[in-house]
């Protein structure tokens, strides 16, 4: 069954410091995809970024990156010179190819709260 | 663009009480639409899915229900509402084989 596990509840850091969230996962499809989205104190969950599983190639926009290692089942996000505005809950979530809807299975969300 | 809508944005009702809750999406055809629950403090929840008009899948047994009466719109009901069901409500579509999903602003529901 699938499964995605994000360990860190609760997250804080000084404004400017790197901050890197953990996302480890479990599928048996060979085929699948990996999301992370931000919610912040509004509510709304905003899409960041999508990864297949046949493309471990690491991606960076602006002061995010996703590090995907299908080899520890992990798809980690790392946010360098953290700001204020990053201050919210991320959710990683997985989506298997074999389900025909594309529904996602989230974590249970990591808290980040960054402190000016 | 494709823009999702949401309403109401807040709703307190007592227990025992019937829900409707109302999802659209505009700039987009036949959109898988989903519903899930966000209990306080806690993940998300699939609750609904559909591929289509009349279409509609279930993934956790509830009181809710949800149908889907036209192309781009998605209600969520319940006949009596539990306290259990308080949480915030999140719709989201999607379209094409891009495979995100995308959300809308939420409903916020108390039940007292």
């Known amino acids: 069954a699938q499964k995605v596990t994000q360990a860190q509840t609760e997250i804080s850091v000084v404004e400017k410091e790197d901050v890197t969230l953990d996302c480890v996962y479990e599928?048996?499809?060979?085929?699948?995809?990996l999301f992370w989205y931000k919610q912040p104190p509004s509510g709304e969950l905003v899409f960041l970024i999508r990864?297949?599983?046949?493309?471990?190639q690491n991606e960076i926009s602006g002061r995010y990156s996703w590090n995907f290692q299908k080899s520890t089942s992990s798809f980690n996000f790392t946010i360098t010179a953290s700001q204020v505005v990053d201050s919210a809950v991320y959710f990683c979530?997985?989506?298997?190819?074999?389900?025909?809807?594309?529904?996602?299975?989230f974590g249970t969300g990591t808290r980040l709260t960054v402190i000016p | 663009s494709q823009t999702i809508h949401q309403w109401p944005a807040t709703l307190v009702q007592p227990v025992g009480s019937p829900l409707s809750l109302e999802c659209t999406v505009e700039?987009?055809?036949?959109?898988?639409l989903y519903w899930y629950r966000q209990a306080a403090g806690r993940g998300l929840q699939l609750l609904f899915y559909?591929?289509?008009?009349?279409?509609i899948s279930s993934e956790v047994p509830q009181n809710l229900s949800a149908s889907r009466p036209q192309d781009r719109q998605f209600i969520l009901s319940s006949k009596k509402l539990l306290l259990s069901d308080s949480g915030f409500y999140l719709c989201?579509?999607?379209?094409?084989?891009?495979?995100?999903?995308?959300f809308g602003p939420g409903t916020r529901l108390t039940v007292t």
């Open positions: 979530a997985l989506s298997e190819a074999r389900t025909g809807a594309n529904n996602l299975f």
């Open positions: 559909s591929v289509g008009i009349g279409q």
């Open positions: 989201a579509w999607m379209a094409g084989v891009d495979r995100e999903q995308y």
């Open positions: 700039g987009t055809s036949n959109p898988n």
């Open positions: 599928t048996r499809d060979t085929t699948y995809y």
């Open positions: 990864r297949n599983s046949f493309d471990e």
